[in-house]
């Protein structure tokens, strides 16, 4: 089975720097776009970043000049790397993925169980 999992997430002082990275894993044929989310305690989950399959990013502009989203085709590996953190960015951060699986190009989304980000002094 496809699975995504994150990691990287802490503690961090405002201004300080995490990175972020997710791993896919199973029977995948192509990483078509990879992205990360967030969602603070009662808010709704916002769009941070993507990155498409031919590296084209498109961030929120919360974040714009402060993230940073890459990946590594060969190991299935998108990253969010963060600086100048603020406690606004604090949230549990969810990797999605839209993967083709099996043989065929195709479509198919998926979550991690998402890494919890807290910025404080």
């Known amino acids: 089975q496809v699975q995504l999992v ?3 997430g802490g503690l961090v002082q405002p201004g300080g720097s995490l990175r972020l ?4 894993s199973g029977n995948i044929f192509r990483i078509n776009i990879m992205g990360w989310s967030r969602q603070a305690p009662g808010k ?3 769009l941070v970043a993507t990155i498409t399959s031919g590296g084209t990013t498109n961030y929120a502009d919360s974040v714009k ?5 890459s990946r590594d085709n ?3 590996t998108v990253y969010l790397q ?3 953190l603020k406690p606004e960015d604090t949230a549990v951060y969810y ?3 839209d993967l083709s699986v099996g043989r065929l190009y195709n479509h198919n989304n998926y ?3 998402g890494t919890q980000v807290t910025v404080s002094s």
């Open 44 to 46: 709704q989950r916002e």
């Open 111 to 113: 979550w991690g169980q």
């Open 65 to 69: 000049g402060r993230f940073t989203i």
């Open 82 to 84: 963060m600086d100048n």
């Open 95 to 97: 990797c999605n993925a």
């Open 6 to 8: 994150e990691s990287g």
């Open 21 to 24: 990275s997710c791993a896919a």
């Open 74 to 76: 060969a190991k299935n």
